[in-house]
């Protein structure tokens, strides 16, 4: 590929003139006689290398150099100054410039300086390709970890997805395992059809089950109207059964008869509606036991656990945390437009050390709230949610502690109120999450984040009035 190069000097003549030498030697030659001019062109067209003028009138050479990189982070820049000196030298490769020649020059000179700024880039390049080759190995899409286990998850889920095969995936609380219910999902033949998730555990049985499969017009008191369930929404694509460890006894029954017929009746109803849905199960509790103790049916599990996938818990992985660390810094740069480098080893070390309870997300919460609280470019330190834990109904919400940087002290304070705020509301509504959603004012999406966030398990709050 022919380089493209953009001169840019107020000497028009001398423009033509190394512009006709350039040309000679196989190179794409535009012209700009100012900053302005440069610019324009910069924006409607992309040069490999920038060739400016230091000294010309309004704006000089670095300083146009400066608003290229903002259009092409990527451009390469020759400074050619008749002003050269040591200092400006330095300055200017401290600013990025890869080169600059002294006026007057011989063409050689020029040549040499273009040659030697092709071949940088021509490195780069491939040292860049280099990574997002290893990148790739160490990624399933959205899926970070080299981790040995988590690539023979991605092998399985390459196998796995072109198929129909029911999934069930394990793993502790954080892991991902809906990430990868979604990897299947969207690597399948079934991705222009719908994934649908719906958490079985949040749900009381009768609700559940108009969830799951809708419900006539009549059916019962408040059912005014006819409602499609999941399945029925998902048609052609996938059901995600998310805790389906806590779906009841009977409804498990009516869930195997719909996996066995490939056919619904909606609550109420009496027309069986054939479904076409992939089903991908998850659950963080230990199945095997409830299915000892008889909580689950075992013909139901054989039927949903065709496929299984089991995602390892992140201290067993903790080479994977600074490739989760540095890929979570991305996307919250982008997301709150910030200009995060990293976490400072210090950090580093201690986020290797920790044991995360709460896994990925736990990981990716505390680099959320690191991002809060730090105005650096690198984040020294970071809180972890076991500190704020160990919240209970008596204990104060927060002593002043001036040895902790003000900004972090903030966040464990409104940590400790919110969980428990959420604790106490929770307890008043005896664990009903959409009560306590409703008469709180949280949306109740927010609202189950949260709880997994603070680790609050609402089948373990005790009734009010009992201590
Ligand atoms: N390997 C990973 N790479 C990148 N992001 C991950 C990875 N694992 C988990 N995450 C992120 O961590 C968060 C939690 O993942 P996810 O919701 O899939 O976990 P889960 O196992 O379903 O948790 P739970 O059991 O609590 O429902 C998500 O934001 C997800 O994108
Ligand atoms: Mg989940």
Not at 311 to 316: C, N, Q, T
Not at 421 to 450: C, D, F, Q
Request: neutral net charge; proline residues 4%; hydrophobic residues 40%.
């Amino acid at each position: 590929m022919r380089q493209q190069i953009l001169i840019v000097d107020d000497q028009v003549s001398f423009c033509h003139h190394i512009k006709a030498l350039l040309e000679n030697e196989d190179y794409d030659v535009s012209v700009a006689h100012d900053a302005e001019q440069a610019l324009g062109k910069l924006y409607s067209q992309s040069f490999d290398i920038l060739l400016t003028d230091m000294r010309m009138p309004k704006t000089n050479g670095l300083e146009l150099f400066d608003m290229a990189r903002k259009i092409d982070p990527d451009i390469s820049g020759i400074i050619m100054t008749a002003y050269g000196s040591i200092s400006s030298a330095v300055n200017s490769i401290k600013q990025g410039i890869t080169d600059y020649i002294q006026k007057p020059f011989e063409p050689e000179a020029l040549l040499m300086a273009v040659e030697k700024t092709v071949r940088e880039r021509r490195m780069l390049n491939e040292i860049r390709d280099l990574r997002n080759e290893v990148d790739r190995r160490y990624a399933f899409g959205n899926i970070i970890g080299k981790n040995h286990k988590m690539q023979s998850i991605y092998n399985l889920i390459q196998k796995v997805a072109p198929t129909d095969a029911r999934v069930f995936v394990t793993g502790e609380t954080g892991v991902g395992k809906e990430l990868v219910a979604k990897a299947i999902h969207f690597n399948s033949p079934r991705k222009n059809k719908p994934f649908v998730g719906i958490n079985c555990g949040a749900l009381a049985e009768t609700l559940l089950e108009t969830e799951l499969f809708g419900h006539e017009r009549g059916a019962f008191t408040g059912a005014i109207r006819t409602k499609r369930g999941k399945f029925e929404y998902a048609q052609g694509g996938t059901v995600f059964l998310d805790e389906v460890g806590d779906v009841s006894p009977g409804l498990q029954m009516k869930l195997l008869r719909v996996i066995q017929e490939k056919r619904l009746e909606r609550v109420g109803g009496n027309d069986p509606i054939a479904v076409d849905v992939r089903l991908i199960s998850a659950t963080n509790q230990d199945i095997k036991e409830k299915i000892r103790s008889g909580e689950f049916r075992i013909e139901l599990f054989y039927r949903l656990n065709v496929v299984p996938i089991h995602i390892p818990p992140l201290r067993e992985r903790i080479e994977d945390i600074p490739l989760l660390v540095n890929h979570f810094i991305r996307i919250l740069n982008k997301n709150l437009k910030r200009n995060i480098r990293r976490v400072s080893t210090r950090a580093m070390s201690q986020l290797m050390h920790y044991h995360w309870p709460g896994n990925v997300r736990e990981l990716e919460n505390i680099l959320e709230r690191a991002f809060v609280t730090t105005d650096d470019d690198i984040i020294e330190s970071v809180i972890f949610s076991s500190e704020i834990q160990d919240v209970r109904p008596d204990a104060p919400l927060f002593t002043v502690d001036i040895g902790i940087p003000f900004k972090v002290a903030r966040s464990m304070v409104e940590k400790r109120f919110e969980k428990a705020y959420l604790m106490e509301a929770l307890k008043h509504h005896e664990g009903n999450v959409s009560k306590t959603a409703k008469e709180t004012g949280i949306n109740p999406r927010t609202l189950w984040r949260k709880m997994k966030e603070y680790e609050i398990d609402r089948t373990r709050i005790d009734p009010p009035g009992k201590m």
